[in-house]
C-alpha cells in the first residue's frame, strides 16, 4: 500500500523538507534549510555526469540510489564541501573542484561546472560500475523554460525547476486509488511511499487531494515561491529507492487517474520569489492561479 504521513496537523504546514546534494543519491531529511535563488543551499549541486557531459541519473543507473551525499547543509559537522559513501565501500571526502568550468548538461540542457579530482572518479567509478562516469560540481547554473519563468529564473543539476513540492493529502489519495485497483485485479496493494516522488518540500495538513494543481503562489514561512507547473512522472518512480526493485505502481495508477498532455502527474514545480530559511512545522500559505 501506499504510506501516508502518520498524522495530519490541522493547518497546513511544511511536514517535511528533502535534500539530494548529489542528483539522484539518497534522500537526506532536513529540519530547515535556506532557500536561494537557485534552489535550496545543498540540493543538486553535484552530479554524475558521462564521457559527454551529460547528467546520469538513477533511470539509467539504479545504484545511484546506493549512493548517500552529504554536506554543511545535510550534516553540519563535515570539514569539507561533500561527504560520500556507499555500502561496501569507505567513505570519501570530495574538495570543491577548481580551474575552468565547462560545458555540462542536464538532459540536454546547459549548464556550467567543473569535474572533481581523480580520487573522487576512481571512486564514483567503482561505486557506481561504470567506467567512464565522473562527478562534477555546477558553478553556472542554466536558465529556464521563458514558458513559465521569468528572466534571471535559474537552477543547478535539477531536471526542470529549482524547487520541486508534493501534498501528502494528494498521496493519501494515490493510496485508495491503488488499492482499489489492487482489490480489482485480486492483488495486495503496492507498497509507494513519498521517497518514490523525491520532492524537496511535502506539506500537510487540511488540504484537498491534489489542490495543489489550482495554486499560483505558496509562502512557506516568510519565504515566498511561484507555482508555475505540474511535475511529469517518469520510470523512475516505478523503482523502491531502497530495494532498487521496479514494480508497475505509482505509474499505472496515475495513468488511470491523473494522465493528459501525454504524460502522468504528482507534484508541483517551484520558483524562489524571496528568499530565506524554511523549516520543519512552517505555516503554508497558498493562493488560487488566475
Not at 546520469?56 to 550534516?75: G, K
Request: aromatic share 6%; net charge neutral; glycine share 8%.
Amino acid at each position: 500500500m501506499v504510506t501516508p504521513s502518520s498524522t495530519k496537523p490541522s493547518r497546513p504546514q511544511l511536514r517535511s523538507i528533502r535534500l539530494h546534494p548529489v542528483k539522484s543519491t539518497a534522500i537526506r531529511p532536513v529540519a530547515s534549510a535556506v532557500l536561494e535563488p537557485w534552489g535550496l543551499a545543498g540540493d543538486r549541486r553535484w552530479m554524475v555526469v558521462d564521457a559527454t557531459g551529460e547528467c546520469v541519473t538513477a533511470r539509467e543507473l539504479p545504484a545511484l540510489f546506493t549512493l548517500s551525499a552529504d554536506t554543511p547543509e545535510t550534516r553540519s559537522e563535515l570539514p569539507g564541501p561533500l561527504r560520500l559513501s556507499a555500502p561496501g565501500h569507505p567513505s570519501i571526502d570530495v574538495a570543491l573542484p577548481v580551474g575552468e568550468p565547462i560545458d555540462l548538461s542536464v538532459h540536454g540542457r546547459g549548464l556550467g561546472g567543473i569535474l572533481a579530482d581523480a580520487e573522487s572518479t576512481h571512486w564514483v567509478r567503482s561505486v557506481l560500475g561504470r567506467p567512464d562516469v565522473r562527478l562534477a560540481y555546477a558553478v553556472r547554473p542554466r536558465p529556464l523554460n521563458p514558458a513559465y519563468a521569468e528572466p534571471g529564473d535559474a537552477t543547478a543539476c535539477a531536471d526542470a525547476y529549482p524547487v520541486t513540492l508534493a501534498s501528502a493529502a494528494s498521496l493519501r489519495q494515490l493510496a485508495e486509488w491503488i488499492a482499489t485497483g489492487a482489490r480489482g485485479r485480486g492483488e495486495e496493494p503496492a507498497d509507494v511511499t513519498m521517497d518514490r516522488f523525491r520532492p524537496n518540500l511535502v506539506i500537510d495538513g487540511d488540504l484537498e487531494p491534489f489542490a495543489e494543481d489550482g495554486w499560483s503562489h505558496i509562502t512557506i514561512g516568510a519565504v515566498t515561491l511561484r507555482v508555475v507547473k505540474g511535475i511529469e512522472r517518469c520510470a523512475m518512480t516505478l523503482r523502491d529507492p531502497q530495494t532498487l526493485q521496479s514494480q508497475a505502481e505509482p505509474i499505472r495508477t496515475l495513468a488511470r487517474h491523473r494522465k493528459w498532455e501525454g504524460a502522468t502527474w504528482f507534484g508541483r514545480q517551484l520558483i524562489p520569489d524571496t528568499l530565506g530559511t524554511i523549516r520543519v512545522g512552517d505555516p503554508v500559505t497558498t493562493w488560487p492561479g488566475g
